[in-house]
């Protein structure tokens, strides 16, 4: 089923902002129909205010979607222009959105799920963990950061009763390396039945080989460049194991990980 065709600009204000880690930025949007519609996994592409030679939208993740309240809740890391000029945005002030845009995360019933996250990866993974605890299914986190005061998320999973280990690679708080490190031991120790991750692309193709030798599925959210958010630019192209290329706009950003061309 293609996603695209319900793609829909919506306006939002902003409802609250504060920045939870060093340039990690929560921010709620004030958008009952799109909160309404959001699906874990999928995405938003915000019109930000500020430059008008920016006609690019800004591609994000969310952590969240509160259908009762209205909002929706970002957590983006500052990296460039746009997302300087997000975070700048006052509470009150607004501007246009489209969305839901993608394929979010495909959820199982039952089993017992290991969600790997790095950076600012955490933040369509707590949606999969909200999401999996609303279902009744036990999931255990390895969350990673560059260094502690880049950490986002470890509060919320623990929130949702899940075991989270944390890692650095500088070995500022938890495991000293990298995330792959905890994942190839859980997964050797105990019995997982899916494996759900998203983060810098280096990591997530190690937690996808560390999945298939030991045999469990493994979704992945890709990150790509992806600028038009509906399959019409052509800049978010994916290759595939089998040959070929996929939109990472339309038919990810979640894709099964044996998919993917590594």
């Known amino acids: 089923m293609d996603h695209s065709a319900q793609v829909h600009q919506y306006t939002f204000t902003v409802a609250t902002k504060q920045e939870v880690a060093r340039d990690i930025w929560r921010m709620e949007i004030a958008a009952p129909e799109l909160a309404a519609a959001l699906q874990p996994g999928q995405f938003i592409n915000i019109a930000v205010p500020g430059d008008p030679s920016q006609i690019v939208r800004v591609p994000l993740s969310f952590a969240s979607a509160d259908a009762v309240n209205g909002t929706v809740e970002l957590v983006f890391a500052v990296v460039g222009d746009g997302t300087r000029r997000l975070a700048a945005m006052q509470v009150g002030e607004g501007s246009t959105v489209l969305g839901p845009c993608g394929h979010g995360w495909r959820f199982p019933e039952a089993g017992n799920v290991l969600i790997v996250a790095g950076g600012v990866g955490c933040a369509p993974v707590v949606a999969a963990g909200r999401e999996l605890a609303k279902k009744g299914v036990p999931f255990t986190a390895v969350i990673g950061a560059q260094t502690a005061d880049k950490l986002w998320g470890v509060d919320e999973l623990e929130s949702l009763g899940a075991e989270v280990i944390v890692t650095t690679d500088d070995g500022s708080r938890g495991v000293h390396g990298f ?48 600028t038009c958010g509906f399959g019409a630019c052509h800049t978010c192209n994916v290759a595939m194991a089998a040959g070929g290329y996929k939109f990472c706009c339309t038919d990810g950003p979640v894709f099964d990980a044996e998919e993917v061309a590594w």
């Open 179 to 226: 995330t792959t490190q905890p994942t190839e031991q859980l997964l050797a120790e105990r019995d997982f039945t899916l494996v759900m991750t998203c983060g810098p692309n280096p990591m997530m193709r190690g937690v996808a080989r560390i999945a298939r030798e030991a045999y469990v599925p493994c979704q992945a959210s890709l990150e790509r460049m992806m």
